[in-house]
């Protein structure tokens, strides 16, 4: 069986975020950030001009989803003990345990995920990618996506939908 794909790993797929992460035992990290940097690779059918898909529909919508997540402190909405709490004034309440920080509401993106690893990152990305892919190019049926989320150098976390041959 053949299969082809694209891969894309774009300088300026980047965002740069604060997070924190808890740990098994309840302990978490000090509040701090990354230099986050995003891969994706893409295997499904060729069309009958030979392409997977044109890398240049691809790119910007991965642009967005970082862009999108660029220069926020990234909060995980569905932690079980994490407490979040949006005040009538523009600013958000973070509390756990005996750790307590306030924010500015815009500046802070509370994710639906449980932690703010960049296995659980790239599980976002990769699901909205995948959502928007959908809606953009209902033709194109992705056969395998993969997205690494890279906190530091040589250090990703990996989302993969479908299966490699």
Do not use: C
Not at 16 to 38: K, M, Q, T, W
Not at 126 to 155: C, D, H, I, M, N
């Amino acid at each position: 069986m053949e299969r082809w794909g694209i891969e894309i790993a774009k300088e300026y797929f980047k965002f740069s975020a604060a997070h924190f992460l808890i740990f098994p035992d309840g302990s978490a990290e000090r509040l701090h950030g990354h230099n986050y940097r995003v891969y994706v690779e893409l295997d499904a059918g060729l069309d009958e001009h030979g392409l997977v898909l044109d890398f240049q529909r691809v790119k910007p919508l991965v642009r967005d989803l970082v862009d999108r997540l660029d220069e926020h402190w990234l909060v995980p909405g569905e932690h079980p003990t994490l407490e979040i709490e949006e005040r009538g004034d523009g600013v958000t309440e973070v509390r756990y345990r005996e750790a307590y920080y306030a924010a500015p509401s815009h500046d802070i993106i509370v994710l639906p995920i449980n932690n703010t690893s960049s296995e659980n990152l790239a599980t976002w990305i990769g699901r909205e990618l995948r959502r928007t892919l959908s809606e953009r190019f209902p033709g194109v049926e992705p056969l395998r996506l993969r997205v690494a989320v890279e906190e530091t150098s040589g250090q990703r976390g990996v989302y993969e939908y479908g299966s490699r041959l």
